[in-house]
């Protein structure tokens, strides 16, 4: 299994970002994939997770500002990320697991990325 994020990069305080994520060989029909993201001296956050119903759960920092999407096809993931703030400084990885997302967000996903930095200037 590999994934790879890319569409990191640096933008000012209000400005927009779409994150994407390339998967390849997973090929569940059950699956619960996110973003999640680590800031210098914090700790792991998850960020998003849809699953394969396409149910999408959200961290309360971005709601209303982030969304989460897929493309089955492409077999990509997305992070749009608008009104970013300084806080949302960090690198941002995506993830996939087997079977049903939980309820909330989460970062200790089986299957990850090696992440794309997002820095956010204000």
């Known amino acids: 299994v590999q994934l790879v994020e890319s569409g990191g990069g640096s933008v000012q305080a209000g400005g927009s970002l779409r994150l994407s994520c390339a998967v390849s060989g997973f090929t569940e029909s059950s699956y619960c994939m996110g973003w999640f993201r680590q800031a210098p001296r914090k700790e792991r956050e998850g960020v998003a997770t849809i699953g394969s119903n396409g149910r999408t759960a959200y961290v309360e920092s971005v709601k209303g500002r982030f969304a989460i999407s897929k493309d089955d096809a492409k077999n990509t993931l997305y992070l749009e990320m608008n009104s970013l703030k300084s806080d949302d400084t960090a690198m941002y990885y995506c993830?996939?697991?087997?079977?049903?997302?939980?309820?909330?967000?989460?970062?200790?996903?089986?299957?990850r990325g090696q992440g794309t930095q997002v820095t956010v200037s204000s």
């Open positions: 993830g996939a697991d087997r079977g049903r997302c939980p309820k909330s967000v989460y970062a200790d996903f089986t299957y």
